[in-house]
């Protein structure tokens, strides 16, 4: 053999050999599965105690909860206080509510405010006592540090008397809830927020106790 054919040849198998090493040692030698979104909901409710007069109750009305565009989307947002004041909220990439946090909050309201009057919908509030009216403000994680982070939620509930001359404002309450989160991820944003939504949710039970007491 040729010492020039020789050479070519020892200097494909050393190319070879140091392809074959550098994707062993990057992990490359086979394409990774893609990964998939994942999705989250606020999980099963926490028990309600039920009003033993819940049916005989007087009913209210509930309308959809409202949030600015900014929140009514099924991104999971988090913002940097440390870094931009909190100023900029991102998404996970790949994290997802399986509802609009309105929808969310909305549902829960529902499942628990059944528990002690019976519900109506907005366009039965002329049957009701009250007519409930909720706007969702902030829904997010809030990081004060790399590793530090709370589920924030912020929002304010309104309730009327319906009446034939318009309804009458029977009060206001704005609420806001802060739960650490456990992990600086989507599943601490997660657990963080439905823990705060709970909290949430039971300050507006007990705000409407004080405003429906028993006839």
Same mark, same amino acid.
């Given at each position: 053999?040729?010492?020039?054919?020789?050479?070519?040849?020892?200097?494909?198998?050393?190319?070879?050999?140091?392809?074959?090493?550098?994707?062993?040692?990057?992990?490359?030698?086979?394409?990774?599965?893609?990964? &998939?979104?994942?999705?989250? !909901?606020? @999980?099963?409710? *926490?028990?309600?105690? +039920?009003? #033993?007069?819940? /049916?005989?109750?007087? $009913?209210?009305?509930?309308?959809?909860?409202?949030?600015?565009?900014?929140?009514?989307?099924?991104?999971?947002?988090? &913002?940097?206080?440390?870094? !931009?004041? @909190?100023?900029? *909220?991102?998404?996970? +990439?790949? #994290?997802?509510? /399986?509802?609009?946090? $309105?929808?969310?909050?909305?549902?829960?309201?529902?499942?628990?405010?059944?528990?002690?009057?019976?519900?109506?919908?907005?366009?039965?509030?002329?049957?009701?006592?009250?007519?409930?009216?909720?706007?969702?403000?902030?829904?997010?994680?809030?990081?004060?540090?790399?590793?530090?982070?709370?589920?924030?939620?912020?929002?304010?509930?309104?309730?009327?008397?319906?009446?034939?001359?318009?309804?009458?404002?029977?009060?206001?309450?704005?609420?806001?809830?802060?739960?650490?989160?456990?992990?600086?991820?989507?599943?601490?944003?997660?657990?963080?927020?439905?823990?705060?939504?709970?909290?949430?949710?039971?300050?507006?039970?007990?705000?409407?106790?004080?405003?429906?007491?028993?006839?």
């Amino acid at each position: 053999m040729k010492p020039v054919a020789r050479h070519r040849i020892l200097q494909t198998s050393a190319l070879a050999l140091c392809g074959l090493i550098f994707l062993a040692l990057t992990g490359c030698a086979l394409p990774s599965k893609p990964v &998939r979104s994942q999705t989250y !909901d606020l @999980g099963a409710p *926490p028990p309600i105690a +039920a009003s #033993a007069q819940a /049916a005989s109750a007087a $009913p209210l009305a509930l309308e959809p909860v409202a949030a600015p565009p900014a929140i009514d989307g099924t991104q999971i947002t988090y &913002r940097l206080t440390y870094a !931009d004041g @909190g100023q900029q *909220p991102r998404p996970y +990439a790949l #994290a997802r509510w /399986a509802m609009t946090p $309105p929808q969310l909050l909305t549902q829960r309201l529902r499942q628990a405010l059944a528990a002690r009057w019976p519900v109506l919908d907005p366009d039965d509030a002329g049957l009701a006592r009250l007519q409930l009216r909720v706007e969702l403000d902030e829904f997010a994680q809030v990081f004060t540090a790399p590793h530090a982070s709370e589920g924030v939620l912020r929002l304010r509930a309104t309730a009327f008397a319906p009446g034939a001359r318009g309804p009458q404002l029977l009060g206001q309450r704005n609420i806001a809830v802060r739960k650490p989160a456990a992990t600086p991820d989507a599943p601490g944003a997660a657990a963080a927020l439905r823990e705060a939504t709970d909290e949430a949710v039971q300050q507006i039970l007990d705000w409407l106790d004080a405003l429906l007491p028993p006839r």
